[in-house]
């Protein structure tokens, strides 16, 4: 059973476009985090956001997280190329240790 | 963070054979390491909760038989593929949580014959 629910599934932007990552749920966070894997390689942390309402910016990437710690976006601005991956969200559940992973967004940056 | 390694990354074994994975947490001690199977674009899928000293314990669906699972350190977790079959053929990986965020290691891509 997938808790979280991404959207789009699949993306393919051309260089300098911006795009929104959507991450949602029915149930309450204590954190979640964002990923970026490339083919091959285990899951890269991007950022952890635990605050409801939270808004995080690691250069042109902006993270929030919904003030009901139910969901969160993740927005690129001027995408390049190096933003190729797949991106996952993952939220830790107010108890318990198992993360449940968000259904991937898989996003492709053409020159 | 919390850096996770895992041996080997990549693996091709023939059909029938038991394949063993390592996960090994180098910098903090982990009493819980997860396993994961990965299909191409796809997300994770977690298969098992790794608990050090005591039984793993598994997802709906996820044979314990096929998957073993070993916690017997801190610092390790082994996953046995066993009799492997080429629907095993995946890429697997483990994390830790480390605070509020799980750390991955960088995979290993299983192929079966």
């Known amino acids: 059973t997938q808790l979280l629910e991404q959207s789009p599934q699949f993306l393919s932007i051309q260089e300098g476009e911006n795009l929104t990552v959507y991450c949602n749920s029915s149930s309450v966070f204590s954190s979640l985090q964002w990923y970026r894997q490339e083919p091959g390689e285990g899951p890269v942390l991007l950022v952890t956001?635990?605050?409801?309402?939270e808004v995080k910016k690691l250069k042109r990437l902006t993270f929030q997280f919904g003030d009901a710690r139910k969901d969160s976006s993740l927005h690129i601005t001027a995408a390049q190329p190096g933003d190729t991956g797949l991106y996952l969200c993952?939220?830790?559940?107010?108890?318990?240790?198992?993360?449940?992973f968000g259904t991937g967004t898989s996003l492709t940056v053409i020159p | 963070g919390a850096v996770v390694s895992q041996h080997p990354s990549r693996v091709i074994c023939k059909s029938g054979t038991s394949v063993k994975i390592e996960c090994r947490s180098l910098?903090?001690?982990?009493?819980?390491m997860f396993w994961y199977r990965q299909f191409p674009k796809k997300s994770l899928m977690l298969m098992a909760t790794?608990?050090?000293?005591?039984?793993?314990?598994?997802e709906q669906g996820v044979e314990k038989d096929k998957f073993l699972i070993n916690h017997a350190s801190l610092t390790l977790s082994t996953l046995t593929v066993t009799s492997a079959h080429p629907e095993d053929s995946s890429f697997y990986i483990c994390?830790?949580?480390?605070?509020?965020?799980?750390?991955f290691g960088p995979g290993t891509r299983l192929l079966v014959l």
């Open positions: 993952a939220g830790a559940p107010i108890t318990g240790n198992q993360f449940y």
């Open positions: 910098d903090f001690q982990a009493t819980t």
């Open positions: 790794s608990n050090e000293g005591s039984k793993a314990t598994y």
């Open positions: 956001v635990v605050t409801g309402g």
């Open positions: 994390s830790v949580r480390y605070q509020e965020t799980q750390y």
